[in-house]
């Protein structure tokens, strides 16, 4: 490679990293216009012990075989998902614990009581007139309420059952209504409207249908926008815990400027042990650390919890441990008699199956970790994984090439890569 | 440096004192754990919550647990397990209460554990709350109570308890993928030796945070601190057995005897591994000096963990391959 071309591909890589830092760190207004670019790292999803809030586990109250149906859970979850989005909690996480038991966890909540509220039982079903007098509602006299083709005019329509209690009701309701200059029947969910079907005639039945060439998705929304004035399995609440944020306002910043510091020390020992090698090293180990930034905001599944930043620890030092044993061993290779340049590529060679035996090891754990265990746990395994898979990269690959980059720069090999003749390890 | 490496290593003759010394950590600990009722950490038992948050540290705080204790059992509750009391991020101490389902002595039954801590939850609203806030005010010079008060939470037992019983039987697994991998990779005896340096590990972790902590929290965080370790201890023996592998394979020490081997290995991966945990800690130390309480307490396990897998994969690791050496010979003779 000729010193040109060195210099061309150093400035070149300078510049991608100012630019990824760049792109990690700062966030910033675009111009004139409403749209905010936001930094990478403020991307990365935080789990609910670092952002604090309020969590929920429900479970099914009856035994009956319907308490296990997978259906009737997703059901659920997503009639929840709905009540909270509709609510704004749209940060909301719901998932599936233990098989048949819904956990909730809501990041950054503070009226413990209204969030309980809207999970258990939310919005209620109205059925008012024009002239806002409740005529029933969802608890006592809907049975339930399904999407079905409206044969007579196309599309979807959906149907209401009503009780016994709620079909006199409704009789009652629209013996009243078609008279009314308003004769519109008012269905609310909660405060939205969701419905308001004209009535012209009294209706005696224990169906009722709502027409309006729906399309599929329409009558099913509505439908089960109905259905879950009830969740399909009657819950209760056997765990409710507030959490507070075990980091607390300011800590994110500090702790990206404490791991900063913790880094700058590193590459201060690595200068001055490897010097150019340590050189190769710390770059790489910049790249690694915007490239793990890069992915933990873009892999969908991570969640950043308190474990999950043991994780990154651990990722970093095994980032680190990995050049440290292919420069001991560079060094090694040297000191028994090979040329720089040999020794050099032999030593990561070489060195190269060490820290893939290390690194497999704890990649088979984060696996395994990963398959069986829910939660805080698994965004430990996630970011692990990313970690050690990226390190594997940086600090074999990306230091290797960076070397080969440097190269034609440097006069005198082993003054630059800090090699000793001399027997042994020093 | 270069001194160092010119004199004579026998690492492995000294291994009876070093697994010494680790013996009497791990027994220390163990008698802590057991002095304290093998407190663990309201995670892992479920039962109703009763947290207080102050602004500051009870001055008597053994005088305040009794009273507390006392105070709910006329009130129909009984207090379990020991009082914690950990750090809040914000600023400010929280102490823990757990209660059992029992109202008046009778066990409340599943269906009714929804009333209890509704009832539990108002008793506090209605005046409770006032009471303790009274009580601490005069055995306190200052006035400790600040807004949050008194939460009352629920923890599901059976939640928590199968979470973490997961958790144990994954790492189980992955152990044993790990030992199978290294017998593989490198021979058995090193895979038994590195499960043995990683258990100690592990034991030593345990022990120290028991001591340090005076009780174990046994929650997530914890077994993430465990887990860090674990990663990390197979690392070091990786660096140690590859080192012997190597020694193994070469000529030059076909007429070795096992300790010359194993002395080596460590005389030549000292550097390495010292760089390693080095560099790791001052991760590690950046993280815990100059941020909150909570962080705090969990890196401190961390930091045990790294002390410890560095002081087996250099003292005893190696011994304990020789050792395994020896009996897999042993055995081998006996059925020839």
Partial sequence: MSKKKSIVLITLMSVVIAILGFMCFASFNVGNSIYKYNSIVSIIRQGIDLSGGYYVVLEPESTDGKASDAELLEKAKEIIRTRLDDKGYTEAIINTQDGNKIRVEIPQVDDDGAVLEIIGQTGELTFKDGSGNVWLNGQDHIKGAYAANNTQDGGYMVVLEFTDQGASRFADATNTIKDMSDNKLYIWLGDSNISAPAVNEQIVSNTAQITGSFTYEEAMNIASVIDSGKLPIQYKVTEARSISSKLGASAGLTSIMMAAIGLAIIFVIMLIRYRGLGLAACISLICYCLLYIVFLAIIPSVQLTLPGIAGILLAIGMAVDASIVIFERIREEYALGKTAEAAVAHGFKRATVTVLDSNVTTIFAAIILWLVCPGTIKGFAITLLIGIVLSLFTSILLSRWILKVINPLVEDDEKFLNLKREGGNN | ?336
Avoid at chain 2, 153 to 170: D, M, P
């Fill in chain 2, 1 to 336: 440096m270069s001194k160092l490496m010119k004199k004579d290593f026998n690492i492995v003759q000294k291994f009876p004192l070093l697994i010494f010394i680790s013996f009497i950590i791990i027994i220390t600990g163990v008698v802590f754990l057991l002095g304290e009722g093998l407190n663990l950490g309201i995670d892992y038992k479920g039962g109703a919550k009763v947290e207080i948050e102050l602004i500051d540290e009870i001055e008597d705080k053994a005088a305040f647990e009794e009273h507390f204790t006392s105070f709910m059992k006329d009130q129909g509750y009984t207090v379990v397990d020991k009082m914690m009391e950990s750090p809040l991020t914000e600023g400010g101490i929280s102490y823990e209460f757990r209660l059992a389902y029992e109202y008046h002595g009778a066990r409340v039954e599943k269906d009714a554990q929804e009333a209890f801590i509704t009832r539990l939850n108002n008793d506090f609203k209605n005046g409770l709350t006032d009471e303790v806030e009274a009580y601490l005010s005069t055995v306190n010079s200052v006035n400790l109570f600040d807004e949050e008060g008194i939460n009352v939470a629920v923890i599901g037992e059976s939640s928590s308890k199968s979470l973490l019983n997961r958790t144990f039987i994954a790492l189980a697994l992955a152990l044993v993928a790990i030992l199978v991998y290294i017998m593989i990779r490198f021979t058995v005896s090193s895979g038994l030796a590195s499960i043995c340096g990683l258990a100690h590990d592990v034991l030593i972790t345990v022990a120290l945070t028991a001591i340090f902590r005076k009780y174990l929290p046994v929650n997530m965080t914890f077994i993430a601190a465990v887990i860090t370790i674990i990663g990390y201890s197979i690392n070091a023996s990786i660096v140690i057995f590859d080192k012997v592998r190597e020694c193994q394979k070469s000529a030059a020490f076909a007429y070795a005897s096992d300790e010359e081997i194993a002395n080596y290995a460590i005389k030549h991966s000292l550097v390495k591994i010292l760089l390693s945990v080095l560099t790791t800690l001052i991760m590690v130390v950046a993280l815990v000096l100059f941020s909150v309480s909570t962080i705090q307490e969990f890196i401190l396990p961390i930091i045990f963990g790294l002390l410890a897998g560095t002081f087996s994969a250099l003292c005893l690791n190696p011994s304990l391959w020789v050792l395994f050496r020896k009996v897999g010979a042993k055995i081998k003779s006996k059925k020839a």
